[in-house]
Structure formats: structure tokens, C-alpha cells
Nanobody, 116 residues
Framework: QVQLVESGGGLVQPGGSLRLSCAASGIFNIYAMGWYRQAPGTQRELVATITSGGSTVYADSVKGRCTVSRDNAKNTVYLQMNSLKPEDTAVYYC???????????WGQGTQVTVSS
């Protein structure tokens, strides 16, 4: 059974930082791992992804403020978020998918709230 388990969410003040982690189990060598987010009343959107080879994609809204990384040996992906803004408030979901979308797995989500 494949599981993606996120951790690291919470409440942070504007300008602060958070580091999200997502550990995958039941599957190895995930082609692409990444993060999406969904705020109330909006569609789920891409934040950042990284392939097993290290290629990254970022949403324009987070470029320069967020860094996605992964530890293939630990089957874990990370999202370092800096200079957080209230508009970053959302549930953040971890995703793992195959190169040709032959598999597509999601975590349960972790809440990130940016507020003073």
C-alpha cells in the first residue's frame, strides 16, 4: 500500500519560514514528487515539483521564496518556504507520480496558515 505522509505545517507569521516534509512508503523511485496547495474556495494548484533527476518546476507565485528538494534514499521530498505571505495560507498536499502518469498518489494534506 502506497502512502505519502506530510509533516511540518502550522501557523507562522508573515515573513516567517516553514519546512514541509513528505515521506513515501510502499513505492520506490518515484519519478516526480512535489507539492500542491488548495485554499478555501479555490482549485488545487501546483507549488513545486522535482524529478528523481533533480529537475524542478515552480509556480511563479513562489519562485525565489520556496525551494523543493528530495532525498531519494529516504524517499522523501521537502519544501522550504521563506518570506511567507498570508496568501500562502492553504492545505499543502504532497504528490508522487510516474513519468507518464502511470501512477499518481496524494498525501492527506497539511495546513499552512500565515497570519499575524
Amino acid at each position: 500500500q502506497v502512502q505519502l505522509v506530510e509533516s511540518g505545517g502550522g501557523l507562522v507569521q508573515p515573513g516567517g519560514s516553514l519546512r514541509l516534509s513528505c515521506a513515501a512508503s510502499g513505492i520506490f523511485n518515484i519519478y516526480a514528487m512535489g507539492w500542491y496547495r488548495q485554499a478555501p474556495g479555490t482549485q488545487r494548484e501546483l507549488v513545486a515539483t522535482i524529478t528523481s533527476g533533480g529537475s524542478t518546476v515552480y509556480a511563479d507565485s513562489v519562485k525565489g521564496r520556496c525551494t523543493v528538494s528530495r532525498d531519494n534514499a529516504k524517499n522523501t521530498v521537502y519544501l522550504q518556504m521563506n518570506s511567507l505571505k498570508p496568501e500562502d495560507t492553504a492545505v499543502y498536499y504532497c504528490n508522487g507520480r510516474g513519468k507518464f502518469d502511470e501512477y499518481d498518489y496524494w498525501g492527506q494534506g497539511t495546513q499552512v496558515t500565515v497570519s499575524s
